[in-house]
């Protein structure tokens, strides 16, 4: 289903749920419900977007069917654990290869896979202050890498 | 017609809040 320009801001959330569909569900059952809260926030009311949140909605609800004996998903503090250790291994990955000097496509993906898991992490509550600062490093990082390697120069 | 069309909206985004306590209540 298409989404409505509105959204927009939520697509590459949706886009690394669809990623973590089979690799990890909850993952993708988490990026899909910090997508639903934040669409509902966004817009709620144009008919357009109500659609497509409650198809999103359907989606979730048929999620938590599935993985209801998973107890990320049954218990608030173990999924925030399971998607806390997830972000921060895709950072940690991406920052060894950073600074081992390797800098290819699949890193600056994880730098930014990391940034949009810490956003997910909002579902839990507010995210503490060293998080907030990863988010920020990790998705700067991303960007900055991108463009050297699009410009041809050599991140410092 | 304005007023029902609003009644409407506001009914089905009630009723999304609605399902979106029950998901996280579940939690």
Redesign the interface.
């Known amino acids: 289903m298409a989404l409505p320009p509105q959204l927009k801001s939520i697509q590459h959330h949706l886009r690394t749920a669809q990623e973590h569909e089979k690799r990890d569900p909850v993952v993708a059952y988490y990026c899909r419900?910090y997508a639903?809260?934040t669409g509902?926030k966004l817009d709620?009311?144009s008919p357009e977007c109500?659609k497509f949140?409650?198809k999103l909605?359907d989606q979730?609800?048929t999620m938590?069917k599935e993985l209801s004996d998973n107890e990320s998903?049954?218990?608030?503090v173990v999924?925030n654990a399971h998607i806390e250790n997830y972000a921060l291994k895709m950072f940690l990955y991406a920052d060894n290869e950073d600074r081992s000097g390797r800098f290819h496509k699949n890193m600056i993906k994880s730098f930014y896979t990391a940034s949009l898991l810490l956003d997910v992490l909002c579902v839990f509550g507010e995210l503490s202050e060293e998080n907030v600062q990863h988010r920020k490093y990790a998705r700067w990082k991303a960007t900055y890498i991108h463009n050297c390697l699009k410009n041809g120069e050599t991140p410092l | 017609m304005g007023s029902v069309g609003t009644s409407v909206a506001s009914a089905e985004q009630d009723e999304l809040s609605h399902r979106l306590a029950k998901l996280r209540d579940q939690m």
């Not at chain 1, 998903?73 to 608030?76: C, D, L, N």
Request: zero cysteines.
């Open positions: 419900l639903m809260q509902m709620s009311k109500r949140l409650v909605m979730l609800e938590k998903v049954t218990q608030e999924g």
